[in-house]
């Protein structure tokens, strides 16, 4: 590896299956995030309490916490294309229900409740499970353009989903966007059962025991490459993830007249994404790139909170986006491939259930601080809590022998992990030496 770009290969989408998958996925999401945004508006006009709202934002994140090490296994002991046609059938039945629901009349706030925990706990197997299912459209080879692809359309669905919400609820209310939801799931099911189950690129499975869930932590605990990301990611999670509802508190609070000021500013961070998400495409994400990238979302927070207007705002939150999105697929690429296939989807449980630990405590603490000293103090907080702790992670680490960092050929930084050793007959394979040009 030179200069870090990746040599010529064949296209994600030049083969079937993954045209099929990603364009499912596409039109499932926009549906998802439509439904999302009109059901939280119509709960708070069913309840008028702020308390209700925050009980169905927060019951799907609850159970996806609660089962998340569930969805894990699941991904590990069954074909991942299985799993995922019965997630989303469930998923289906559930928005189809509260369509019916809600065209009836006889839509109350316990079912908002109930619809909310059973969503989540859907999702808990369901999103390691998709994980693992791309590294089996697209292959260890083409596995980080499509962690790429992936976040671009998470990104831009909910960009698309938050737009159609509102004209959509006004001319068919929440009955038929919850129906059209129930219709995109129909869009997904249809597209996994186009797929080619011969053309997948199955991981080999273990045989002579079943998945454990203590097993994927072992594993994990022993490999200090996934440590230092898992690290990583907790840190973004716990303080790097609610930039979008503390500028939401700046622009009302100081930027009130300014119509638009919060929509102008998610459209810059998701211009910013697109940018990065070329980048990924067309360079290789490393170990290297996600210190640097943690360490540089950390310093543009801190930016944000010192920015008087809403142009320099923007034009600090355009490379937020940027490396947002390169910081998030190089995280799940590498942990990815630094995993033994037959722990995928146990390891990518083991992320999820930290990153959204994370976002879920970061967030009331940024609520706090907001509420407490203001908004820019709380992102100018969470800034420095990303830098200084990604920092001190990378000194602990490199103290205790578990990484190096040394200049290469043309001073550039390469940062290496060492492998720690393993429990005798813990595993048949120690995992991946996990080594990287900044």
């Known amino acids: 590896m030179t200069d870090g770009t990746v040599k010529t290969s064949p ?40 308390i209700v709202l925050g009980v169905v934002t927060a019951a799907p994140i609850f159970t996806m916490l609660l089962f998340s090490q569930v969805g894990g296994l699941a991904a590990d002991r069954f074909p991942p294309r299985r799993v995922l046609l019965c997630t989303h059938a469930l998923l289906a039945l559930m928005a189809l229900l509260l369509g019916l629901l809600a065209y009836s009349g006889s839509l109350a706030v316990w079912h908002l409740v109930v619809s909310a925990l059973c969503i989540g706990s859907i999702n808990a197997i369901g999103l390691p499970t998709e994980q693992v299912f791309v590294s089996e459209v697209a292959g260890d080879t083409l596995l980080r353009r499509a962690v790429t692809l992936n976040n671009v359309i998470l990104n831009l669905s909910l960009v698309v989903g938050s737009s159609l919400a509102g004209p959509l609820m006004g001319a068919v209310g929440l009955g038929g966007v919850a129906l059209l939801n129930g219709l995109s799931y129909l869009t997904m099911l249809t597209a996994l059962l186009l797929v080619r189950p011969a053309q997948l690129h199955v991981r080999p499975r273990r045989t002579g025991g079943r998945p454990r869930v203590r097993g994927a932590w072992g594993y994990v605990r022993h490999s200090p490459g996934l440590v230092l990301l898992l690290l990583v990611i907790g840190t973004v999670g716990l303080f790097g993830t609610s930039l979008p509802s503390l500028l939401l508190l700046l622009t009302s609070r100081e930027l009130a007249g300014q119509a638009g000021a919060y929509g102008v500013l998610l459209a810059v961070i998701s211009v910013g994404s697109l940018i990065g998400a070329w980048l990924t495409w067309r360079t290789k994400v490393v170990l290297g790139t996600v210190l640097v990238g943690s360490l540089l979302l950390g310093i543009l927070e801190l930016a944000t909170a010192a920015m008087p207007s809403l142009l320099t705002l923007g034009l600090v939150l355009l490379p937020v986006g940027m490396v947002s999105l390169v910081l998030r697929a190089g995280l ?50 969470g800034g420095a809590a990303v830098t200084l702790s990604v920092t001190a992670i990378v000194v602990v680490m490199t103290a205790c022998r578990a990484m190096s960092v040394s200049l290469v050929a043309r001073r550039v930084p390469r940062v290496s992990i060492a492998l720690a050793p393993q429990p005798e007959g813990r595993h048949r394979r120690p995992p991946r030496h996990l080594t990287a040009d900044a």
Do not use: D
């Open 332 to 381: 799940l690429s590498l942990a990815q491939l630094q995993t033994l296939p037959e722990f995928r989807g146990r390891v990518m449980a083991i992320f999820q259930l930290v990153y959204r630990a994370g976002w879920f405590l970061g967030t009331l603490a940024a609520s706090w601080v907001a509420q407490t000293w203001g908004p820019r103090t709380a992102i100018a907080w």
């Open 11 to 50: 296209g994600l989408l030049a083969s079937r299956n993954p045209r099929l998958y990603y364009a499912g996925l596409t039109v499932s999401q926009i549906g998802t995030n439509t439904q999302l945004v009109a059901l939280g508006w119509f709960t708070y006009r069913l309840s008028h309490n702020a």
